[in-house]
Structure formats: structure tokens, C-alpha cells
């Protein structure tokens, strides 16, 4: 048998187990999944798959037997959280942060979760950490037991992990408040925009699926025992102080961008006036000189050595009384 843990090549299977109810579970390949079949109290499979592997939508129906909507929404790109009960099962897609090179904390990556409480299936499109991260512990024997508790462990982990997301976000933040603005203020709008747009999208994300856990705490099916919607409770608790979180992350940023704008905006204010009043210095002094700058006759001291230092006695009294007035008026 191949890997167990690694996609299985020309399957659509990335892992599955067999649970034993303590906590551990046994590995199971693809074709060993086409023959296996739920007992009434057996032990409960768990399937995570690859959904845009081709005939993935066609063995959601044919051989699991979810029906057509259901398994069309289960291998659709439309990501948005959402949960639902169906008869006896619960089906739900889930958002989780993209943790892979090259990701931006805004990049969410979905997966969509079906279960009847005998089977679990769970499906991405790109990869997702946290599956895996369920699975160590199942592997180490110390992983949920059930199928309602692997949804409540995928969840609280998926909310888990978004706090790491916002404390580095508060970090920026934090060093961008100690950083001297007038150094570089442009890179700092840029880092500043970054974080607006990360919170912007954490918070248009993780918003719905606060009602989706809401959904399947309230109408999952009966396998999805009383503990398991405390749990989910907790973790609705906590994703709603990281959503109060990332407000906060927000304002901060919003409070560092309007202070590094008015501060830009004071510094070219200030530069203005400056111009202004270097302007209204020197606007009667170039009169002056472009009145005696004139090439006609009767100019006054033309033939006289000492009219140069005559004009310019004037035109320093000039910008002497210029200063005075501009004090006076507190102008300067």
C-alpha cells in the first residue's frame, strides 16, 4: 500500500483513517475505501481528498451517495462559510488562513466538510495545514475520537491559528507606533495599507464564518454530541474577541495613516507659507529693480557711481521693514 499520508497517485485521496474511538486511528488506502462499509457502532472513517482531482464529484454521488446539490457544492470554488443540516448529515464550508510561501494572512483557503457521523469527509482545492495538523495527533494516538469531534478540532484550530495571524499584525503595529515617522513615511503608508488590507480581509472572511458555527452548533445532527457544541460554543467565543481583535488592529492602523497624513500635510503647509512669505518679500524688490531695469530716458542716477548702492540701501530698508510688518502681523 502506498503512503497513506500522501496523495496516492491517480486518486483524489490525500489521507485517510480509520478511527478507534481512543483517540488513534488505523491507515486506510483508496481501494480499501471502496469496500469499506459503516457499521452501526463501527469506528468512524475519515477521508480528506484533493476536490478538483477529476471524478471527485462523480464518487461523492455514485459511491458515497450525496445527492447532486450537495456534492456540486462540495467541489464548487463558491468558498463562502456556510453550514447546514441535511437529513442526518452535517455539510459545511470553512475558511482557514493561507500559512503557505508566499501567502498574504488576507489569502483564506476553504474546505468544505460533509459528515454523517459514520464517515467524514473533508475536501481542499490548495493545501491546507490543518487537517495535517489533526492528523499528527491521531497518529500519535492522542486525536479525536468521533466525527463531531474531528469538526470541532478542524475548527478550533482553524480559529487558533488566525489568532497567530492577528498578534503579528498587533507586532507591525506595535513597531510601526515606535518607529520615527519622519524617516521613510512612505514605506510606512505602504506596511500601514498592508495591514488594513489584512484585517479588511480577515474580518470580510472570518465575519461569515462565525455564522457558520453558529449554524452547526444549533442544527448539526444528533452524532454531534452536547460536548462537542460546548466546545463549539468556546470556539464561537473565541472568534468573536478575534474579530473585537482585528477592529482594534484596524483603528490602530487608521490612527498611524491619519498621523502620518497630517503630518505630511502640515509639512507641505508649512512649505507653502514659507514660499508665501519669501513671495511677499521679494515681490516689491522685483518691482523695484524691473521699475529701474526700464531702458528709457530721465532714469535717475544713471551717470551717478554711487546709485547702485543708493538702490540697494533701498531695497535692503525695504525687506527690513517687510520682516518688521510680517512680525508684527505674526505672520513670521
Known amino acids: 500500500m502506498s503512503n497513506p499520508t500522501e496523495t ?6 490525500l489521507f485517510a483513517r480509520v478511527l478507534d474511538g481512543e483517540g488513534g486511528g488505523r491507515a486506510i488506502d483508496w481501494a480499501e475505501i471502496q469496500q469499506w462499509e459503516p457499521g452501526p ?24 451517495g450525496i445527492p447532486e446539490p450537495t456534492a456540486e457544492l462540495l467541489t464548487s470554488d463558491d468558498t463562502r462559510p456556510r453550514a447546514f443540516r441535511e437529513g442526518n448529515t452535517l455539510v459545511a464550508t470553512l475558511r482557514g488562513i493561507n500559512f503557505n510561501p508566499g501567502a498574504e494572512p488576507e489569502d483564506m483557503i476553504s474546505m468544505q466538510v460533509w459528515s454523517d457521523g459514520t464517515r467524514l469527509i473533508t475536501l ?12 499528527a495527533k491521531i497518529d500519535r494516538g492522542a486525536g479525536p475520537g468521533d466525527a463531531g469531534a474531528i469538526v470541532t478540532a478542524l475548527t478550533e484550530a482553524m480559529v487558533a491559528r488566525m489568532n497567530a495571524s492577528i498578534v503579528d499584525m498587533n507586532d ?15 514605506e510606512m503608508l505602504q506596511k ?3 495591514i488594513r488590507r489584512n484585517c479588511l480581509g ?5 465575519g461569515p464564518q462565525h455564522v457558520a458555527l453558529e449554524a452547526i452548533s444549533r442544527d448539526a445532527p444528533p ?5 462537542d457544541r460546548r466546545e463549539i460554543a468556546e470556539t464561537i467565543d473565541r472568534l468573536r474577541r478575534y474579530l473585537d481583535d482585528i477592529d482594534v488592529s484596524k483603528e ?6 491619519d498621523e502620518l497624513r497630517t503630518r505630511a500635510l502640515a509639512s507641505n503647509e508649512r512649505a507653502t507659507y514659507m514660499l508665501t512669505i519669501v513671495a511677499g518679500i521679494f515681490l516689491p524688490l522685483g518691482f523695484l529693480t524691473g521699475l529701474l531695469g526700464i531702458n528709457v530716458g530721465g532714469m535717475p542716477g544713471v551717470n551717478d557711481g554711487h546709485a547702485f548702492w543708493w538702490v540697494t540701501g533701498v531695497c535692503i530698508a525695504i525687506i527690513g521693514v517687510l520682516l518688521a510688518i510680517f512680525k508684527r502681523l505674526r505672520w513670521l
Open 252 to 257: 490602530s492602523a487608521v490612527v498611524l495613516m
Open 223 to 227: 452524532w454531534f454530541e452536547d460536548h
Open 124 to 135: 481542499r482545492r490548495h493545501p491546507l495545514q490543518t487537517p495535517r495538523q489533526i492528523l
Open 202 to 206: 480577515l474580518q470580510r472572511h472570518m
Open 8 to 13: 496516492e497517485p491517480g486518486t483524489p485521496l
Open 192 to 194: 500601514i495599507a498592508g
Open 41 to 64: 457502532d463501527g469506528p468512524v472513517l475519515w477521508m480528506h481528498v484533493c476536490r478538483n482531482t477529476p471524478g471527485v464529484y462523480e464518487w461523492l454521488q455514485d459511491q458515497v
Open 172 to 186: 507591525h503595529i506595535d513597531q510601526l507606533e515606535h518607529q520615527d515617522m519622519d524617516d521613510d513615511p512612505e
